[in-house]
């Protein structure tokens, strides 16, 4: 991979060993992949915050590290509410280990924000056709085709790395040729709502790693183009897909439908993860995954309106979107419901004491099994507020 004089430089230590560990990672990744050059990053979102996820390796790791980011910085969500994290039964020990975790970012500069949709609070970090280097696979996926950005999904070491540098490896979705459609998916059904999420969870199983061109019937707000995302990277590795008429476009040349697999998907499909997926034995509901906007906040708000939760229900967003909306929040929390920042119900280990967890999240429905110990339950926003009411069974 060719380097510049200054790239050459801190490679070879000049500028000290923590700059000299993060050329290595980023020449090495460059060398793996067949990079032929770094390339300058807008913004960088690092992965590995939550401490459950990195132990005391991980915040070792980070402890080690000097210097400070040279581009704007921001975290993926941590292991619980930097705040509130007894309300969510959060060990005192596990809390301090976390908190040792963000005081170590912060030195190194980052902001903290725990948040898997910092496009929601912050414009600057992305813009159509920028180079970033982010990590949590919905947003990577959002950013490369809602925001027509270009990132690969960096681990936490290489997020870093890109931070400290300014600078990642050139390869993978930061070219036009990894950017072609592989799959036109023909959905033949109106979606709405959570239907997006079952939209993902089926499709990114099909096409694996593949760039899906869907052709819908319906427009997607922004909020179900992030819930679509979202669910592709969980069941499938999917990092960018493109909606024809709604997100920007595939690059010009070489584009040629001919080329790409054809899958069709019917409303029956889009019902049977609903149908495979009932909820009527969870003992709490979870809401924000990826992290709640506003919008959603409000509409959350409407439909817990007067009334009392019967069973423990989270609802998952950014610090700054709370912070935003407090009226929205003393709405929600007046059911019984908590709204918790910073965190999510997949990297926290507090979800471990539940049997079973209801979501309207096709990413949720994918990982808790697996990463949130705990089984889960799939149903639209509406199913998932009824059960949490105990009003009827979903
Ligand atoms: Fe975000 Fe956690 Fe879901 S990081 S996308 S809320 S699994």
């Not at 941590?78 to 975790?101: H, P, R, V």
């Not at 190194?108 to 970090?125: E, K, N, R, W």
């Not at 056709?129 to 270009?150: K, Q, T």
Request: proline share 4%; hydrophobic share 40%.
């Amino acid at each position: 991979m060719y380097l510049s004089r200054d790239e050459e430089a801190i490679y070879r230590g000049d500028k000290g060993e923590t700059l000299r560990r993060m050329m290595e990672i980023l020449v090495a990744l460059g060398d793996i992949y067949g990079a032929e050059r770094l390339v300058p990053v807008r913004s960088v979102q690092v992965a590995g915050v939550s401490y459950k996820n990195i132990g005391d390796a991980g915040l070792e790791w980070i402890s080690d590290l000097e210097g400070q980011v040279v581009v704007p910085s921001v975290l993926n969500p941590a292991g619980m509410d930097l705040y509130c994290w007894n309300d969510m039964g959060i060990s005192k020990q596990f809390a301090t280990k976390q908190q040792e975790t963000i005081e170590a970012y912060r030195s190194l500069g980052v902001t903290i924000d725990c948040t898997c949709t910092p496009y929601q609070i912050y414009s600057h970090l992305a813009q159509e056709g920028d180079h970033l280097a982010w990590s949590e696979s919905s947003a990577v996926s959002y950013a490369n085709s809602v925001i027509g950005a270009r990132t690969n999904r960096e681990g936490g070491p290489s997020a870093l790395a890109a931070a400290l540098i300014g600078k990642t490896a050139m390869y993978g979705y930061h070219l036009d040729i990894n950017r072609l459609p592989s799959h036109v998916i023909q959905v033949k059904a109106d979606l709405v709502g959570s239907d997006y999420g079952a939209l993902g969870f089926l499709v990114g199983k099909q096409v694996g790693d593949g760039v899906p061109l869907f052709l819908l019937r319906s427009t997607p707000s922004r909020d179900e183009l992030k819930a679509l995302g979202a669910a592709m990277a969980a069941s499938g590795s999917v990092a960018l897909y493109y909606v024809d008429g709604v997100t920007p476009k595939p690059p010009e040349s070489g584009y040629d439908h001919k080329g790409c697999e054809n899958i069709s998907i019917e409303r029956e499909e889009i019902e049977a993860v609903y149908a495979e997926h009932k909820g009527e034995d969870a003992d709490i509901v979870a809401l924000g995954c990826p992290h709640c906007s506003r919008e959603e906040l409000e509409r959350i708000a409407d439909l817990l309106a007067g009334k009392k939760v019967a069973k423990e229900m989270w609802v998952c967003t950014a610090r700054k979107i709370r912070d935003a909306c407090p009226d929205l929040v003393a709405r929600i929390e007046s059911s019984g419901a908590r709204v918790f920042c910073d965190t999510c119900m997949v990297v926290s280990p507090a979800t471990e004491r539940f049997g079973k967890m209801m979501v309207n999240s096709g990413k949720a429905l994918v990982y808790l099994p697996g990463l949130g110990g705990v089984n889960a339950a799939f149903g639209s926003l509406d199913e998932c507020i009824d059960v949490a009411l105990g009003r009827r069974r979903a």
